[in-house]
């Protein structure tokens, strides 16, 4: 299993939040949130899930590997499984 997960430093609406992947399936994320999470599938944000900093320790605690935001990135791209936002087209000068 591969679920990684970054410290939870990412503020949103009065509480800290980290993001969790899989470097290896969405499959295996949905799995591992479903199961030792409890966080609804609706919660996927395309290719990771937040949760909130009072589950980081559970996640942690049930295989949840915690690694650094840049490497939570690379794995994420490495695997092929980063959601990339589309780009807005360049503003006309006219």
């Known amino acids: 299993m591969a679920v990684l997960i970054d410290s939870p430093v990412w503020p949103w609406r009065g ?6 992947v899989s470097d290896v399936s969405y499959e295996e994320l949905h799995a591992f949130v479903a199961v ?3 966080i609804p ?3 996927f ?3 990771h ?9 559970i996640a ?5 590997l915690p ?17 990339r936002k589309p780009r807005r087209p360049a503003a006309s000068a006219g």
Not at 15 to 20: P, Q, V
Not at 50 to 57: F, G, M, N, R, S
Not at 60 to 64: E, H, K, P, T, Y
């Open 67 to 83: 690694v650094g935001s840049r490497e939570l990135l690379q794995r994420l791209l490495a695997a092929g499984l980063r959601l």
């Open 49 to 57: 899930y937040d949760v909130p900093a009072d589950l980081y320790e």
């Open 36 to 38: 030792e999470l409890g």
């Open 15 to 20: 509480r800290m939040w980290s993001h969790l």
């Open 60 to 64: 942690v605690a049930a295989g949840a």
């Open 45 to 47: 944000q395309g290719d």
């Open 41 to 43: 599938r609706r919660a």
